[in-house]
């Protein structure tokens, strides 16, 4: 009997990353000044994508026990990134207030530290293994990274001028003679981050939660309540944080939104584990038979 079987999010990883690799390459062959201007993150992203290519043919032909951990890191990343699409598409195609865009970045983050300590937390909640519990939050990020980075530059490349317009102040004060090479090194410059940036924190944001879930399955439900109501005053001066930086000079927000992404980062790692010790534990009723 074989070990295997077909693994859909596998061969989704694989298309993503042939797809991005095609639009890497198109960029800098259709805007070749991006490149002469910039061509670390044109390096960066080929090898980035390459990688995400063969992580998608190991994860193909993976057993079916790591397949069912990507599965469940998999359904959480492709949440993730249907947020994320959504959040991108908001910024480049609506004109939204400033008090509503200064909600939307910190609440994607949120969301992303959130969603990776659930890939996590479930993960070894189910298997028990703090090992599984990071493989299925790095393939959350993975998958996560994927979709946004081919979606961004797809929408980059096939709106040029609209993207020409929304990046014309930075544009202005780059020194590029050409608009559309300058939003191709923009693109690419922010595609090569994401694509090792996400799965870095999906780890590190996994890795928390994982740890606290082992930690807080042992404890008694009243020391979970007390972690608990620390931990929401810890995430409201989180968010009131990120709220003052927004008012500040940008020459004075790093401190603030520093803390700010920390205390969210804290918080949102643990709230998966935290409400798992927090909810009562079922209990069977057993009939005693006396004779």
Do not use: K
Not at 12 to 18: D, E, N, P, V
Not at 252 to 269: D, E, K, N, V
Request: hydrophobic share 60%; proline share 4%; charged share 10%.
């Amino acid at each position: 009997m074989d070990s295997t079987r077909r693994f859909v999010l596998a061969d989704a990883m694989i298309a993503i990353a042939i797809g991005g690799l095609a639009l890497v390459l198109y960029g800098a062959i259709r805007f070749p000044a991006s490149v002469s201007a910039a061509w670390v993150p044109f390096v960066m992203s080929t090898v980035g994508l390459l990688g995400y290519l063969i992580v998608g043919a190991f994860a193909r032909r993976a057993s079916i026990p790591i397949q069912s951990v990507l599965r469940l890191g998999g359904v959480v990343g492709l949440a993730l990134a249907a947020a994320g699409l959504l959040n991108h598409t908001l910024e480049i195609a609506v004109q939204l207030p400033s008090a509503l865009g200064a909600v939307l970045g910190p609440g994607m983050w949120g969301l992303m530290f959130l969603g990776f300590s659930i890939a996590c937390s479930s993960t070894v909640a189910r298997s028990g293994s703090l090992g599984f519990g990071l493989l299925s939050s790095a393939w959350c990020g993975l998958v996560y990274a994927g979709v946004l980075v081919v979606f961004a530059l797809a929408v980059g490349f096939a709106f040029m001028p609209h993207m020409e317009h929304i990046l014309a102040s930075l544009y202005a004060a780059s020194g590029m003679s050409d608009p559309e090479a300058f939003v191709t090194r923009h693109l690419v410059t922010n595609a090569s981050s994401h694509i090792f940036v996400a799965p870095v924190i999906a780890l590190v944001i996994g890795a928390l939660g994982g740890l606290a879930y082992l930690l807080l399955r042992s404890v008694r439900r009243r020391t979970a309540i007390a972690l608990s109501g620390v931990s929401v005053m810890l995430f409201i001066a989180g968010a009131m944080s990120i709220h003052v930086a927004a008012s500040l000079a940008r020459a004075q927000r790093p401190p603030f939104i520093q803390f700010g992404l920390a205390a969210l980062a804290i918080t949102l790692a643990t709230a998966h584990p935290l409400l798992v010790a927090v909810r009562p534990q079922r209990t069977v009723a057993t009939d005693r038979v006396t004779a």
